[in-house]
T-cell receptor, first 114, second 114 residues
Framework: DQQVKQNSPSLSVQEGRISILNCDYTNSMFDYFLWYKKYPAEGPTFLISISSIKDKNEDGRFTVFLNKSAKHLSLHIVPSQPGDSAVYFCAASARNFGNEKLTFGTGTRLTIIP | DTGVSQDPRHKITKRGQNVTFRCDPISEHNRLYWYRQTLGQGPEFLTYFQNEAQLEKSRLLSDRFSAERPKGSFSTLEIQRTEQGDSAMYLC????????????FGQGTRLTVV
């Protein structure tokens, strides 16, 4: 069963505009959420995270929003830049339940059009 | 210390052979994780260590797979009697284990079983 879902396999956005990547989860024990960015032939690189006690976390051009009631989170990138083109993975863990392993979604390939 | 290091980067092996991968985590990190990623999927958890203790193993880790972290520093992942279905990217990650800190990933070992 897919506990973390990224329903959009790909997304194309014009440079300078906002990119919005979405993620849904089903496991109510998840309390820590992360976004990773991955370039081909490299390991995932951490981007931003959010704890379930918050509903928003911002870091420069990147903002993650968490809607616990809907079990939904989103990553906003603004303004989008060509270097943002990569595959983005949403991940979740149940840290307060002593479980640190990450459960990943299937990824969204973001392409920024110059 | 430049991050999590994995060796080799690529491995091609014949079906039925044994292979071993190595991961060197970030030096002050006591948690070490192994994940596997196949095409079109997100990374899937295999196992993790706190220092030298293996704390959790996924059911994905069949009895042909074994992981060790003998001195709580580097780790090895061995696959015996490889099968074509073992072809994947094997990712190692490390973390301090503190709440609110993320796992850092290595660049992965790409295994191809022919």
């Amino acid at each position: 069963d897919q506990q973390v879902k990224q329903n959009s396999p790909s997304l194309s956005v014009q440079e300078g505009r906002i990119s919005i990547l979405n993620c849904d989860y089903t496991n109510s024990m998840f309390d820590y959420f992360l976004w990773y960015k991955k370039y081909p032939a490299e390991g995932p690189t951490f981007l931003i995270s959010i704890s379930s006690i918050k509903d928003k976390n911002e870091d420069g051009r990147f903002t993650v929003f968490l809607n616990k009631s809907a079990k939904h989170l989103s990553l906003h990138i603004v303004p989008s830049q060509p270097g943002d083109s990569a595959v983005y993975f949403c991940a979740a863990s149940a840290r307060n339940f002593g479980n640190e392993k990450l459960t990943f979604g299937t990824g969204t390939r973001l392409t920024i059009i110059p | 210390d430049t991050g999590v290091s994995q060796d080799p980067r690529h491995k091609i092996t014949k079906r039925g052979q044994n292979v071993t991968f190595r991961c060197d985590p970030i030096s002050e990190h006591n948690r070490l994780y192994w994940y596997r990623q196949t095409l079109g999927q997100g990374p899937e958890f295999l196992t993790y260590f706190q220092n030298e203790a293996q704390l959790e193993k996924s059911r994905l880790l069949s009895d042909r797979f074994s992981a060790e972290r003998p001195k709580g520093s580097f780790s090895t992942l061995e696959i015996q009697r490889t099968e074509q279905g073992d072809s994947a990217m094997y990712l190692c990650a490390s973390s301090t284990g503190d709440f609110g800190t993320e796992a850092f990933f290595g660049q992965g070992t790409r295994l191809t079983v022919v």
